[in-house]
């Protein structure tokens, strides 16, 4: 029997993943979590063989949840289920340990067979995403972006939805002071010196969208 642990934020959606998981027969749900904070503590109590997770969560994220799960346990096989298929994303929760990425717009079956698959040790991709995310360029703007650290990630996505420093410190739990440096680095790392240059490549790569969403 395969344990899997669910993290997302929306009850709804993990009871439908639920329902789907156990009606395989050889999947059992074993805990569920709504934040990245209860997703790690459920790993570290349960120890499932497969997690599956949202990237879109509170405490933190699911790019940090990826990164301390796999701080606990290197060998952890991480699925990452989300509404966002844009391939600075996928790169993003693959260069943060995942070894499987499957969209929500997946048939359902496509759930199914991405815990089968990571049980067994292989990675996974969705159908509709192409298998060469797996692979990267270094000299592409989205490999620069691949390149901030899961903690700079998040507080970029945050700054590019138009959260000023101070709302993004809150969310994440870090100083104001904290969050200053690290929109330093982050404007650095990816070559931008104005905010509106931060949103423009932001929305470029799909990591929002034109709404800020």
Not at 57 to 62: E, F, S, Y
Not at 76 to 85: I, P, W
Not at 122 to 139: I, Q, W
């Amino acid at each position: 029997m395969i344990r899997v642990l669910l993290a997302d934020d929306h009850p709804v959606v993990r009871s439908g993943y639920l329902r789907l998981l156990d009606q395989a027969g050889d999947i059992q749900v074993i805990a569920e979590a709504g934040d990245a904070d209860a997703a790690h503590a459920a790993f570290v109590a349960h120890r499932p063989d497969v997690l599956v997770t949202d990237l879109a969560m509170p405490g933190g994220g699911g790019l940090a949840l990826l990164r301390r799960v796999l701080l606990r346990d290197a060998q952890a096989r991480l699925l990452v289920f989300s509404m966002h298929d844009a391939p600075v994303l996928v790169r993003r929760a693959l260069q943060a340990g995942a070894r499987g990425f499957l969209t929500k717009a997946s048939a359902p079956e496509c759930l199914v067979d991405a815990v089968r698959e990571l049980h067994a040790g292989r990675r996974y991709l969705g159908r509709e995403l192409p298998p060469a995310l797996f692979e990267r360029d270094p000299h592409d703007e989205a490999a620069r972006l691949a390149e901030l650290s899961a903690r700079e990630f998040e507080v970029f996505r945050l700054l590019a939805q138009g959260h000023s420093a101070g709302a993004c410190a809150e969310v994440l739990k870090l100083s104001p002071k904290t969050v200053a440096n690290l929109q330093t680095a982050i404007k650095d790392k990816l070559g931008v010196v104005t905010s509106a240059a931060l949103v423009h490549l932001a929305i470029r790569h799909q990591v929002i969208s034109t709404a800020g969403a």
